[in-house]
């Protein structure tokens, strides 16, 4: 009985230290005298200005926009720990003041592709992958790392290093997606006005650094951005007085690709092992255990 007692007394202590905890990792030690729950909350940039929302209620919007709430269960929980990482990231670096400003998906918005019934059920899924991998964030070094994510490949992940410059992601490689090749997105094709442009340098995997446009070079992204393509892995050809653009994949192609975590759950992979996979070297801590290293580092 009374270890019973002293089991219960040892949860009843972590439910009702969790908030503080969240906050001293958001804010910093320094708040601990003057805790209030609405310091859980985050400022997100929107369409009409910053509002203030609960952590849960914004990731879960971003989960919404940002992966096919269809997908396996173990997929959505590894984005859900992809999004808390970022979201934590920032918010580590700026404190109290950051406003976060990743686009993200308001119930109302859900209704719009999915319906009224259909969103409901969609929400309850992203939901439960959030409850589900609760406090979770990816490290490296004992710091939140870098969680990129894009929906599909080229047939493989993107060098960190030849994307970001730098050596401040050996964790962000290249790793093959053969699996992606067979996806129905995978090639796609868009015609525009012929223009004076060239493909100047690609990365080892295959998606474009930089483009001549004229007499300006502008970078892949930047030119992918301009002309709506579908990814950052594309070729030229003139045709008929038009440039035809062929596309590869769907997104920067750096971090994990969506479409093969996917096929990886389907075989039976955990989230923890999704995560491994495309980012090679990191762990995967709870929130506690970062601002418990990092309190003992200011001693």
């Known amino acids: 009985m009374r270890q019973k007692f002293k089991t219960f007394m040892c949860y009843l202590t972590i439910i009702v230290l969790l908030p503080y905890i969240v906050t001293v990792f958001i804010n910093g030690p320094s708040v ?120 599909l490949s080229n047939g493989s992940t993107r060098d960190g290093q030849e994307v970001l410059g730098g050596e401040e992601y050996p964790y962000l490689k290249i790793m093959e997606c053969p699996l992606d090749i067979e996806a129905p997105e995978q090639i796609q094709t868009v015609t525009i006005d012929d223009m004076d442009a060239e493909i100047t340098a690609c990365d080892t995997a295959g998606y474009v650094l930089t483009v001549r446009v004229g007499n300006d070079s502008i970078s892949g992204e930047e030119f992918r951005t301009n002309y709506h393509l579908a990814s950052s892995c594309f070729t030229f050809q003139k045709y008929n007085g038009k440039l035809r653009i062929t596309t590869r994949g769907v997104g920067h192609g750096l971090g994990m690709s969506q479409y093969t975590a996917n096929e990886m759950a389907k075989e039976g992979k955990t989230a923890p092992e999704i995560l491994g996979y495309f980012f090679e070297g990191t762990e995967i801590k709870e929130v506690a255990d970062i601002v418990s290293t990092e309190n003992e580092q200011d001693i």
Not at 34 to 60: N, R
Not at 110 to 127: I, V
Not at 141 to 150: C, K, N, V
Request: aromatic share 10%.
């Open 32 to 151: 601990a005298t003057s805790f209030h729950i609405d310091d859980t909350y985050v400022k997100v940039k929107t369409k009409t200005g910053t509002v203030e929302m609960p952590i849960e209620e914004y990731c879960i919007g971003i989960l919404a926009k940002e992966i096919p709430a269809d997908y396996k269960k173990e997929v959505l929980k590894a984005q859900a720990i992809l999004v808390r990482t970022g979201v934590y990231a920032k918010l580590q670096e700026e404190g109290r003041d950051a406003v976060l400003e990743e686009s993200f998906w308001t119930r109302e918005q859900m209704e719009e592709p999915w319906g009224t019934l259909k969103s409901s059920a969609n929400y309850a899924r992203l939901e439960g992958a959030w409850e589900d991998t609760e406090g979770q964030v990816v490290t490296y070094d004992g710091r939140p790392a870098r969680t990129s994510f894009f929906r």
